[in-house]
């Protein structure tokens, strides 16, 4: 079963950002937080991954609390194609994803 | 090449048939997974192969079997499937299996069992 619990869905305006919230409630020292997404009828798509600094890369930033219980994915700059089902996942050493339910996150014109 | 692919595109069989799903990579990737993913539902870890032998078998049915005959190359052969087998599989890969490899998925097989 995934460990992690996201909201079910949330809606943002085209153009403004993106923030998905993401509770690790039993993540451990060496597991890393992983991002994906999956458009309608394709392939998940990795976003990012850290393990306790923020990182930021050309698609998103996350953020990760001090106590790693929970990460937000900011996607600065929403568009109509961000529209997706956003998946975070806790990795460890079976790296192994295990995938939630994720967000359907709903970018309206 | 910086992509995974995956053929076909979609497949219909029957109970009795057997058939098989491909998929290739390379980007020099030496980890290869196939996953299972039902309609409205996350996908779904079946296999992880990692230096072309099997590491993982998530307790899946023997009418999957998969195969990795080189490094980038990874076959799901299928057999007296059920209508229930009906998903889309999806194939990823990733240059190793640490925790902090990234997995690249291509864009999924949909199969329909009749």
């Known amino acids: 079963d995934a460990k992690t619990t996201q909201p079910p869905s949330m809606d943002c305006a085209e153009g403004r950002a993106a923030n998905l919230p993401c509770n690790h409630s039993?993540?451990?020292?060496?597991?890393?937080v992983y991002w994906y997404r999956q458009i309608h009828s394709q392939g998940p798509q990795y976003i990012i991954h850290?393990?306790?600094n923020n990182e930021t890369n050309e698609m998103a930033s996350l953020i990760i609390t001090e106590d790693r219980k929970s990460s937000t994915l900011i996607l600065p700059h929403a568009t109509l194609r961000d529209t997706a089902v956003y998946y975070c996942?806790?990795?460890?050493?079976?790296?192994?994803?295990?995938f939630g339910k994720g967000t359907l996150l709903t970018v309206n014109p | 090449d910086t992509e995974v692919t995956q053929t076909p595109k979609h497949l219909v069989m029957g109970m009795t048939n057997k058939k098989s799903l491909k998929c290739e990579q390379h980007?020099?990737?030496?980890?290869m997974y196939w996953y299972k993913q039902k309609a409205k539902k996350p996908p779904e870890l079946m296999f992880v192969?990692?230096?072309?032998?099997?590491?993982i078998n998530e307790s899946v049915p023997s009418r999957f079997s998969p195969e990795c005959p080189n490094s980038s190359l990874l076959n799901l052969h299928l057999h007296a499937l059920q209508p229930e087998d009906s998903a889309l599989y999806l194939c990823?890969?990733?240059?190793?299996?640490?925790?902090?490899?990234?997995?690249?998925f291509g864009p999924g097989t949909r199969l329909t069992v009749l």
């Open positions: 990823a890969s990733s240059p190793g299996t640490g925790a902090y490899n990234e997995q690249f």
């Open positions: 039993t993540i451990s020292g060496n597991e890393y």
């Open positions: 850290g393990l306790k």
């Open positions: 996942i806790d990795i460890g050493s079976n790296y192994k994803l295990t």
């Open positions: 980007m020099g990737h030496r980890a």
């Open positions: 192969y990692s230096y072309e032998k099997l590491s």
